[in-house]
């Protein structure tokens, strides 16, 4: 405290020996002992409040210009929340403000972001005294205000409304005198732009060119804008704005309109654009320019070969791919299953010396596992931690994910411990893999210990996780562990969704625990949660398996009279229960009307309708749905034809049954083995029907 005194009784003896009279002179004095070039310590700012508190104790006070450059040091040293309090006490002594103080006070409240109001409180002042802000308070202001959009987005109270702020500054600042330069207003739309403000930013230049002429940065900024709005008649417009103004557009103004056709889907125009840039020479066309046409081509079906083909148009104009133009055309080469195409583009880009980062060898992976080879996407992990690229978490959650599918739970559990070595924390989705992984071996304790793990490491448990679970145990025919972890549920603050009701649903149909699971159904509704076709589905297999076929009916009306989508599955479970329950002519009569409900019958339904027509004795009819189908360019399977032999064959319509075995044959099919069980049954007989000679006689 003592040394404290003698600095300020120091300090007051100085300034009232030292301080000079002009502001020339007190500005040479001030820079003196604050030069530009000091860094922000703590005695920089306690020498600073020392001198505020010995100029507000002169007779005369200083002139306000003083307390300006004192409040600009301050704010200098980045001390935006002690500038504010000084100001307020500035006004408590009736220090009247100019545009330099008022600038400098707005700017700190820009710089604290959270401080209320964001410089709106500073304003007022502005306008009271009849001063202007300057540019860079302009700027400050509008950037703060576009920073709060981000966090406090556009909501009933015009408080908070920070993007109407920014907007109506913008338009003060164009009523300001001098106009400031468009790089100003550039810049402000250019951050309107990074925020995704593309509706706030045409009315704004729109505006803006009735007093100021836009340069080629702002029509780029504007072109860019209506791409994102799907505008493009709009984006061409200003591109010709362009040549009106005598500006050249460059590279990045061609790239933003390419790349906005792409996004409108529009690549055949994004394509043409390109040819025309390339043949009038406006602009040589660079490496970006090629992947944002490579990406479009790959984003259309089956357009791979056109993208190769760009890709050697590169070369033709001096243009080198690079990682990306290589990895864009793997990638959608791994999509469309053309995994051996993807392997010899890469072994091409790596002879090139383009070196292949995680995207692409990820890329390259899931291919591989796409189409089941996943020895070779070890092996590719293997390479690319040889070449000291290291996997990531989607790299390492892919693999998982396949080996998990082929059974191989050991090798993916080796796998996740890979992960944890290299510092790789295993994810949501890497822990439901290999949960999943387990429920599909039946292991459901190793399951749920995974389950339990993602518990106790917090926030890693989704919905879809518990689903896996549920499904596990359903399968496992536990159905009251599946109830209890779908219970459990609600305390982990997670909704279930329908495929989380669906699969309960199916389990406890499958249990034949009927009223169980109507009643889940009832619930699912009552919270809200739509039941999709998958779950009629498996409701009315329920009801259809516990024989109540009139509940079944009306289910299936109910379907019909709410829209929902109905689709041959549907129909196969309906008509299969009918057939079941003897009720032959209900499930023809069903059969019969598909065409006119939109639903064409598969090979499953036709089927259905030959076994329940065969059990039925109605075998002219089945083989005339037999005929039918091939007619119809639904082509019978195996089964079809099995059936209706055995069918033929218990009705002892032998010859006619002989003569579907050999058609059989000739289709590439064979008896199984319910059919030869039957045929060998009717050899043994004492007395051999002639039409089975030949096979006697072929057995021999």
């Not at 909501?155 to 106009?179: C, G, I, Q, V, W």
Request: aromatic share 8%; proline share 4%; charged share 20%.
């Amino acid at each position: 405290m003592m040394m404290m005194m003698l600095s300020r009784s120091s300090t007051r003896g100085m300034l009232s020996y030292c301080l000079p009279s002009t502001l020339d002179n007190f500005n040479a004095f001030f820079h003196s002992k604050f030069g530009d070039r000091d860094p922000p310590t703590v005695s920089n700012v306690e020498q600073t409040l020392n001198m505020f508190d010995e100029m507000l104790h002169m007779r005369p006070l200083p002139p306000v210009a003083c307390f300006s450059q004192l409040l600009a040091q301050l704010a200098r040293l980045e001390r935006y929340d002690v500038v504010i309090p000084i100001f307020k006490q500035m006004g408590v002594m009736g220090i009247v403000p100019d545009a330099s103080t008022l600038n400098v006070v707005t700017n700190c409240y820009c710089h604290l972001k959270h401080a209320p109001g964001l410089g709106l409180p500073v304003l007022p002042h502005f306008f009271k005294l009849g001063l202007q802000l300057d540019i860079t308070t302009f700027t400050a202001l509008i950037n703060s205000f576009l920073l709060q959009t981000t966090v406090h987005p556009k909501t009933s109270n015009a408080k908070l409304n920070y993007l109407d702020y920014a907007l109506n500054t913008f338009h003060e600042m164009l009523r300001s005198r001098p106009l400031p330069s468009v790089i100003s207003f550039t810049k402000i739309l250019g951050q309107l732009v990074k925020l995704k403000h593309y509706f706030a930013v045409i009315p704004l230049f729109q505006q803006m060119r009735l007093w100021i002429a836009p340069n080629h940065y702002t029509l780029s900024i504007i072109i860019n804008c209506y791409c994102h709005l799907n505008q493009m008649g709009f984006s061409l417009s200003i591109l010709g704005s362009f040549f009106k103004s005598g500006l050249e557009p460059d590279v990045i103004t061609f790239n933003t309109l390419i790349h906005g056709f792409i996004l409108d889907n529009q690549v055949a125009e994004a394509a043409r654009i390109f040819t025309k840039t390339l043949e009038a020479g406006h602009c040589k066309p660079d490496v970006s320019t090629f992947n944002i046409l490579l990406k479009g081509f790959c984003k259309t079906s089956n357009s791979s070969s056109a993208a190769i083909q760009l890709l050697r148009k590169m070369e033709e104009v001096g243009c080198k791919p690079n990682t990306i133009s290589y990895g864009t055309i793997i990638d959608s080469l791994c999509k469309d299953l053309l995994v051996d195409e993807a392997l010899e583009l890469f072994k091409e880009m790596i002879s090139r010396g383009i070196a292949p980062t995680v995207v692409t060898y990820t890329c390259l992976i899931q291919g591989l596992c796409n189409v089941g080879q996943w020895q070779e996407a070890t092996r590719l992990l293997d390479q690319m931690l040889s070449k000291g690229v290291s996997p990531d978490i989607f790299t390492f959650s892919v693999l998982v994910d396949t080996l998990c599918k082929q059974g191989m739970v050991i090798k993916a559990t080796n796998v996740v411990q890979m992960m944890i070595q290299r510092g790789i924390e295993p994810n949501t989705v890497t822990y439901s893999s290999l949960m999943d992984g387990y429920c599909m071996l039946g292991e459901m304790d190793k399951a749920k210990e995974v389950f339990d793990l993602m518990i106790n490491k917090g926030g890693m448990v989704n919905v879809h996780s518990c689903s896996i679970l549920i499904n596990g145990y359903c399968k496992a025919k536990k159905i009251d562990q599946a109830t209890k972890i779908f219970n459990e549920m609600h305390s982990m603050e997670l909704v279930p969704n329908t495929i989380t009701y669906t699969t309960l649903i199916d389990g406890l149909c499958k249990a034949r625990r009927m009223r169980d699971a109507e009643n889940l159904f009832s619930k699912m509704q009552g919270c809200g949660q739509l039941p999709n076709v998958q779950t009629y589905t498996v409701l009315l297999d329920g009801l259809c398996n516990d024989q109540r076929l009139s509940a079944a009916i009306e289910l299936l009306k109910e379907m019909e009279a709410n829209n929902v989508e109905l689709n041959i599955v549907v129909y196969n479970v309906v008509i299969e229960g009918l057939c079941k329950a003897g009720n032959i002519v209900y499930a023809r009569d069903l059969f019969s009307h598909l065409s006119s409900k939109g639903v064409q019958p598969n090979v499953r339904t036709y089927n259905i309708m030959i076994h329940g027509l065969c059990h039925h004795g109605l075998i002219i009819e089945a083989e005339k749905l037999l005929r039918e189908m091939g007619e119809k360019g639904c082509s019978p399977d195996g089964w079809t034809y099995n059936t209706i032999i055995r069918g033929l064959l218990k009705n002892n319509e032998t010859s006619w049954g002989m003569g579907l075995i050999h058609e059989m044959v000739e289709w590439g099919f064979s008896a199984d083995v319910f059919t030869m069980e039957l045929i060998g049954g009717l050899l043994c007989k004492d007395v051999v029907d002639p039409a089975f000679l030949p096979l006697l006689k072929d057995s021999c």
